[in-house]
């Protein structure tokens, strides 16, 4: 039986969804068969009305609520359950608590299986909690996981560290996934280090000055978008 509350959340989502805005929403998340996101269903509904609908419901929701959700085979679904879940970390206190919903968050990574997903979630909750208990031994596990969403896990969560100047578990990071097949990976490693960038341009110079000949091409643009047009120039046509 369906968790009463996540019924009632199921319902507000469904009233919201927009088929013609949701045909354009797959396309844009690459749903087609051999795509990233293949067979991921959407229901058309913008973040800001799932960011309203989980600020309603957070606080009241308990996890059977959120497993249902998780499991749901609606992207909105899942996206809300991951804020849901967000939102309670931030709001916890005591490392047992936080514990608590980081162990579930990583039982239910099945549902974490699309770039936003990711984003939205995995450095605010897994990163926040492994800067506290510093040990980020299990990111470099995601790293060289055959599995996309891990890898992208693996350097996304980094951004928690970058935000504390914590820099060398971003760099180690873009070192095991620098010549990973996958665009998304690319471009999440490449947003990575520009952010290191930004706190330590030095820092960002000697990573490109040794690996941007091997560096995707994608990588190296997304890395570099904050140099001026003479460093851009100078690294592009490494390439």
Known sequence: MKAGLALKIQRELLALGNIEKAKS????????????????????IGVPDIRKLAQKYFKEANYSDIKV???SKWHEERFLALIIITQKFTKK?????KDELVQFY???LKAVNNW???????YKILGSYLLQIDDFSILFDFAKSSDL???RISIVTSYAF???????PTIDIANILLTDKEDLIHKAVGWMLREVGKKSPALLIAFLDKNALIMPRTMLRYSIEKFN?????HYLLLK
Do not use: H, M
Request: net charge positive; with cysteine; glycine share 8%.
């Open 229 to 233: 047009q003479s460093q851009k120039k």
């Open 149 to 151: 969403w891990k890898r």
């Open 116 to 122: 936003d997903l990711v984003d939205v979630s995995c």
């Open 93 to 97: 206190d005591n490392i047992s608590g």
């Open 25 to 44: 929403i797959q396309r844009f998340f690459k749903t087609a068969p051999g795509e990233y996101g293949e067979n991921d269903r959407f229901l058309g």
């Open 162 to 168: 970058i935000r504390k100047s914590i820099f060398q």
């Open 106 to 108: 990583l039982a239910n």
């Open 69 to 71: 959700l998780l499991d």
